[in-house]
């Protein structure tokens, strides 16, 4: 039973030294500090370096046997508020 979810980003040396994104990875932690999932973004080098916040990206979250319970996906989409249509959505 899980009352709730802190996500907590793992950093990496290489982004905090140079600013070169690298792959987004995370621990889903209880309400106790207890890991109960991990997720790791699938996406190239170029596209994080490019598109920056706005890329696309599929995250993978799996549980602590490594299971995959949930892929989030977000298609590459426009960042104006001028197209609403066209707006980010995972």
């Keep these: 039973q899980i009352d709730q979810i802190v996500i907590h980003q793992q950093l990496e ?4 030294v140079t600013g070169f994104e690298t792959s987004n990875k995370y621990e889903l932690k209880n309400s106790l500090g207890q890991r109960v999932y ?26 602590n ?6 892929t989030l996906q977000r ?13 980010q959505e995972v």
Excluded: W, Y
């Design 38 to 63: 991990f997720a790791a973004e699938d996406t190239d080098c170029l596209t994080r370096n490019c598109c920056g916040s706005s890329r696309p990206f599929t995250i993978h979250i799996t549980d």
């Design 13 to 16: 040396l290489l982004e905090i």
């Design 75 to 87: 298609p590459l989409r426009c960042v104006s508020c001028c197209c609403p249509c066209c707006l």
């Design 65 to 70: 046997l490594g299971r995959e319970v949930i």
